[in-house]
C-alpha cells in the first residue's frame, strides 16, 4: 500500500515536472518567435525609413537651393521642416520599438514631402 502510494506521487511529481518543461519551452518558442517578427518588422520599417529620410534630404537642397536663387520658399520650408520632424518621431518611435507609431508617423513625414514639393513648384513657377 505505501509502495503503491510513493509510485502515485512519484508519477505525480514527473508527470509535474514534465509539464514544467513543455510550458518552459512553448515559452521559449513563443519568444524566439517575437523576436523573428520583430526583426522582420524592424527590417520593413528601417527600409521605408532610408527612403523618406533620402527624400527629405533631397527636397530640404531643393528649397535651400530655391531660397539662393530668390525663390520665396517659405510654405514649402514649413513643410518640408514638418516632414523632417515627423521623420525624426518614427525615428524615436523605431528606437523605443514602438512599431505601431512608425508607420503612420512615415505616412505622414511622406505626405509632407509630397507637399512641400507642390508648394516649391508653385513658388517657382509664380516667381
Avoid at 13 to 36: T, V
Avoid at 98 to 112: D, L
Amino acid at each position: 500500500m505505501l509502495a503503491e502510494t510513493i509510485k502515485e506521487v512519484e508519477d505525480e511529481l514527473q508527470r509535474i515536472i514534465q509539464g514544467q518543461a513543455e510550458a518552459k519551452e512553448a515559452e521559449h518558442e513563443r519568444g524566439r518567435q517575437k523576436l523573428e517578427e520583430d526583426s522582420a518588422k524592424a527590417e520593413v520599417f528601417r527600409s521605408m525609413s532610408e527612403d523618406l529620410y533620402g527624400q527629405v534630404l533631397a527636397v530640404q537642397e531643393e528649397v535651400d537651393m530655391a531660397k539662393c536663387e530668390g525663390t520665396n520658399v517659405t510654405k514649402a520650408k514649413g513643410r518640408i521642416d514638418r516632414a523632417d520632424s515627423l521623420y525624426k518621431e518614427a525615428q524615436a518611435s523605431f528606437d523605443r520599438k514602438e512599431f505601431a507609431m512608425i508607420k503612420p508617423k512615415i505616412t505622414a513625414s511622406r505626405n509632407m514631402v509630397d507637399k512641400a514639393r507642390e508648394a516649391l513648384s508653385e513658388a517657382q513657377n509664380a516667381g
